[in-house]
């Protein structure tokens, strides 16, 4: 049986995938903070879910939590960190900042790295990082968010990289990029290219079946992506 590990399966993209992985024959292991969400799913699917509760900040539980998962597994075929929190923060409130900081760069690089080494002792596996379209430039209300996924943005392209060094050639490293998915996470008011949930979720899960390099969710971010790319940033301090 295929076995897959989520970070942040409580709400929103985490738990959406997690359902899709189910009905696609997957044993899935579920984290979050919120123990009575992981639960209700446990009750839902109660022969083919693994609950551990967890808070991704802290991260020698979310190594504990991690080699239990594995040790109960025996191995992971997909590991998917979907955890993740952002502000907007125009007053650059510290607190805000540094809880954006523990949760999307501190707690994530303690996850990527555990898969990483786990699929290279293994010689195979999957890790899916969900980004976002934030990683490709800076904001003035939400710094540390968007540099955070920045942040993510370049640790999975190194780890891809990296992946030359694994001589099997069956690691698999995946950067989801969505726009604004209909969850908690959309930031700001008046948000345009809202996507639902549900089609979100359909579309990561394709990608991930697909083992793509980088997918933008929904599609048409692509465009945004490549404009964003390339405007000069004068342009963006005017109309960002």
Not at 83 to 103: F, P, Q, R, Y
Request: net charge positive; no cysteine; glycine share 6%.
């Amino acid at each position: 049986m295929k076995k897959a590990l989520i970070f942040g399966a409580t709400s929103g993209i985490g738990k959406a995938l997690t359902e899709l992985l189910i009905a696609d024959g997957y044993y899935v292991a579920i984290t979050g903070r919120r123990l009575e969400k992981l639960e209700e799913l446990a009750t839902k699917y109660s022969d083919r879910v693994l609950i551990k509760q967890n808070d991704i900040q802290k991260v020698d539980h979310v190594e504990e939590v991690f080699h239990q998962v594995v040790d109960e597994f025996g191995h992971i075929d997909l590991i998917i960190q979907s955890s993740g929190i952002g502000h907007v923060n125009t007053a650059l409130d510290w607190d805000k900042e540094e809880e954006t900081i523990l949760t999307n760069v501190l707690g994530v690089t303690k996850l990527y790295d555990l898969a990483f080494n786990l699929f290279r002792k293994q010689q195979f596996g999957h890790l899916v990082g969900i980004t976002s379209i934030a990683s490709l430039r800076g904001n003035r209300q939400a710094p540390s968010y968007f540099a955070s996924k920045a942040y993510q943005k370049a640790y999975l392209e190194s780890l891809h990289i990296k992946t030359k060094t694994i001589k099997g050639k069956k690691v698999f490293i995946t950067d989801i990029r969505p726009g604004f998915v209909d969850t908690a996470m959309a930031l700001g008011d008046g948000i345009f290219w809202m996507v639902p949930l549900e089609k979100a979720a359909k579309q990561i899960f394709n990608a991930v079946r697909r083992k793509r390099r980088i997918a933008y969710i929904s599609k048409r971010w692509k465009i945004i992506a490549f404009v964003l790319k390339i405007v000069p940033t004068w342009i963006l301090k005017k109309v960002m």
